[in-house]
């Protein structure tokens, strides 16, 4: 081969090392926990992709994302973060509320973690404060204990001559003890009879609507749970056979047929967990990245459901609304 001819090979064959080296290098696979089953979250996970997205990741394209749903098992978190972690994945996701972050803490104190949606992280430990994290853990804080008592406030003034509300609450959720301190305070507050019953099973749900009806209780709120989430059909079910006035913590109640619902808005979340992911992969360390804290809380009403209850839903509620669906 000739000097020049030599020098043109060489430089071809440089020329083309980027692009072998762009092709060796791996898609980074993200690790999706979940505490929940798929079926009821797929718009939530279509809001994570977009996120994902804003920051030019593309599932299938230039990023994996490995799914695990523990299917309203919590023992099941534990090992399913485990898996992930030995893959290993370069970010963990949790969602589902507080256990499947527990969850993917205690696997892992170095992958980078993205939470959904955890009531008080600090509270639990997982950041040291929400402007500097500290740790390998951030992502979005939902505040429902909070926002129980709102609720609380907005069924008062639905039916404001109500003797006795119930409340239904997951005795396995570790914010249960939150939402019912925040409800009772609320409860004093208006001299309101109370009755709390517990379910986290759908056996359960089906006896804790009998005791309700037993009780003749006027209206009903349900706790803020990703169990109740997955059993919303059970649920809806259940109020409408009951004809109860029931208030929600997701909008999705309410667009299949319930009463009312306060809480925030949980694609928000989502796709915010989806942005922060996208960000550590570019390079970004959880904790540098603030907790966000989401502020659009959605109040909405179904005027058709209250109609065949025999509701007339005050002016002011309705002018509250950020939806009614007629």
Same mark, same amino acid.
Do not use: C
């Given at each position: 081969?000739?000097?020049?001819e ?11 090392? =980027? /692009?072998?080296?762009? %092709? !060796? ?5 993200v690790?999706? #926990? ?22 030019d990741?593309i599932e ?7 799914f ?16 992930l972690?030995r893959? =290993? ?27 959904t949606?955890?009531?008080?992280? $600090? ?6 404060s ?18 129980a ?5 907005? *069924?008062?003034?639905? @039916?404001?001559?109500?003797? *006795?509300?119930? $409340?239904? *609450? ?8 939150g !939402?019912?301190k925040e409800?009772?305070?609320?409860a004093?507050?208006r ?5 709390? /019953?517990?379910a986290?099973?759908e ?15 006027n209206? #009903?709120? +349900? ?5 109740? !989430? ?6 809806l ?5 009951h004809s ?15 009463? +009312? ?8 979340a ?9 960000r550590?992969?570019?390079?970004e ?7 966000v !804290?989401l502020?659009?809380?959605? @109040? ?5 459901? %209250?109609?065949t209850?025999? *509701?007339?839903? =005050?002016?002011t509620?309705?002018a ?5 669906i007629?």
């Amino acid at each position: 081969m000739r000097r020049r001819e030599f020098i043109s090979f060489i430089g071809g064959v440089a020329a083309t090392w =980027p /692009l072998a080296v762009r %092709a !060796q290098q791996p898609v980074p696979v993200v690790g999706f #926990l979940h505490s929940e089953s798929r079926a009821p979250y797929e718009n939530l996970v279509a809001a994570f992709r977009q996120g994902l997205g804003e920051l030019d990741f593309i599932e299938g394209k230039n990023v994996i994302i490995d799914f695990r749903w523990a299917e309203g098992h919590p023992d099941r978190l534990a090992p399913l973060a485990s898996d992930l972690v030995r893959i =290993p994945v370069a970010v963990l996701v949790a969602g589902g509320g507080n256990l499947a972050t527990l969850a993917a803490r205690e696997a892992t104190r170095s992958i980078p973690i993205v939470f959904t949606g955890v009531d008080d992280p $600090v509270k639990l430990g997982i950041v040291d404060s929400f402007n500097r994290p500290g740790g390998n853990a951030t992502g979005v804080s939902l505040f429902n204990s909070v926002l129980a008592a709102k609720r609380f406030d907005l *069924l008062h003034a639905l @039916l404001p001559k109500a003797t *006795l509300i119930a $409340v239904l *609450l997951n005795p396995k959720n570790p914010n249960t003890p939150g !939402q019912l301190k925040e409800i009772e305070e609320a409860a004093r507050g208006r001299n309101q009879s109370m009755h709390v /019953l517990y379910a986290s099973s759908e056996n359960e749900i089906d006896a804790a609507f009998a005791i309700v009806s037993e009780k003749q209780a006027n209206a #009903l709120i +349900i706790g803020a749970d990703p169990f109740y !989430q997955r059993n919303r059909a059970q649920l809806l079910q259940l109020a409408a056979n009951h004809s109860l006035p029931t208030i929600y913590f997701a909008r999705e109640f309410v667009a299949a047929g319930g009463l +009312i619902s306060y809480g925030v808005h949980f694609p928000d979340a989502y796709r915010q967990a989806g942005r922060y992911t996208g960000r550590i992969l570019k390079g970004e360390k959880p904790a540098d990245l603030p907790v966000v !804290q989401l502020t659009r809380i959605e @109040l909405t009403i179904n005027l058709k459901t %209250a109609k065949t209850l025999g *509701l007339d839903v =005050p002016a002011t509620l309705i002018a509250l609304a950020d939806e009614v669906i007629e």
